[in-house]
């Protein structure tokens, strides 16, 4: 979508910290991260959020592979907080899917 930041960065229009990647998913660091670790994680493909994701067809299985496989490249496995906000009633303000994982000492309960 052309007027979508993550399809810019996927499409490496936008310059973004690239921790990692595969076939379906990008995974960067916040530009405003929000604890020590704060890494995003999108597909490839434009798709607004977890609702529109999964009523495509998207595999929820491999998505969630990919999160802990990168929650465990960032040395955060087993302490880490995974939030995908949908809509913007919840706080979603790129309507583009993603995942952010949040990891640091004292992360703020809600
Ligand atoms: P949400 O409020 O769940 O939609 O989260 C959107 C997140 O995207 C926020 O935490 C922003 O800081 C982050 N963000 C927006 N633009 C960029 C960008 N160009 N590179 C990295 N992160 C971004």
Known sequence: ??????????????PADIVAEDEEFLAFRDVQP??????LIVPKVHVDDLDAWLASGGSSDRMLAFVTSVAAG????GRYRLITNVGEDAGQTVAHLHWH?????????F
Do not use: K, N, Y
């Open 34 to 39: 929000r604890a020590q670790t704060h890494v």
């Open 1 to 14: 979508m052309s007027d979508c930041v993550f399809c810019s960065i996927v499409a490496a229009e936008l």
């Open 74 to 77: 960032e040395q955060v496995a």
């Open 101 to 109: 994982v949040l990891a640091g000492p004292r992360l703020p309960g």
